[in-house]
């Protein structure tokens, strides 16, 4: 992606028909089980991001996750291989750490983790962003990647990095996020689209 398109997603400017990053929708979580996105994905465009701004969890050690659904069903239980791996810092500097970090699927059909022990703390949060490929292909499965960073209680910087494929030719037009249980108690999640 061209440099100007970032700088115009990250100043806002973002928008117009002929950017190379549109921004398609915007959600912001009020105490809310879940965010679905079920328009907008089509194909428009190439890649969807969906970016993250300081989701607060309402339940203590839970993680934000994501799921899809192919065209024409419902249920959110579409079929994920995946890896995730983390780096960690703990702010007394008593850890620092790089490793694989569970939470990955082998052709599982459960929600994706994309970040894991997220407190309820008032100040905790997360942020990152979800990149994923050509979901409207009915030829390849969909590959998607994702960057998430939050605080834990110890108090830690927890980086996370999972990846993976939706194994469906299916194209894929709608996408949810929740908490592994409880709430989605504040924050915003944005799609874009790439040109």
């Known amino acids: ?26 959600q912001t979580a009020s105490t809310s089980a ?17 970016r993250f701004y300081n989701i607060h969890s309402g339940t203590n050690s839970t993680g934000l996750q994501f799921q ?16 995730m791996f983390r780096a ?3 702010e007394s500097d008593s850890a620092a750490v790089f490793q694989y970090a569970g939470d990955d699927q082998a052709q599982g ?23 994923l490929f050509n979901p409207s292909s009915t030829t390849y499965v969909k590959h998607f990647y994702a960057r998430t960073m ?6 830690t910087a927890i980086n996370l990095f ?18 592994q249980s409880g709430n989605m108690d504040a924050g915003t999640i944005k799609m874009w689209g790439v040109k």
């Open 162 to 179: 999972p990846a993976g494929y939706i194994n469906t030719t299916a194209a894929i037009d709608d996408i949810q996020f929740k908490m």
């Open 88 to 90: 960690y810092h703990t």
């Open 34 to 50: 879940t965010i679905s996105f079920t328009s907008g994905i089509d194909s428009t465009y190439g890649e969807y991001i969906f």
């Open 109 to 131: 059909t459960a929600f994706q983790f994309l970040c894991n022990a997220q407190p309820d703390d008032n100040d905790a949060g997360m942020c990152g962003e979800l990149h």
């Open 1 to 26: 992606m061209p440099l100007g398109a970032f700088k115009a997603a990250l100043m806002g400017t973002a928008g117009v028909s002929t950017a190379d990053v549109v921004l398609l929708s915007s």
């Open 150 to 155: 939050t605080f834990d209680t110890g108090p």
């Open 68 to 83: 899809v659904n192919a065209d024409g069903e419902s249920g959110y239980n579409e079929t994920i291989t995946s890896t």
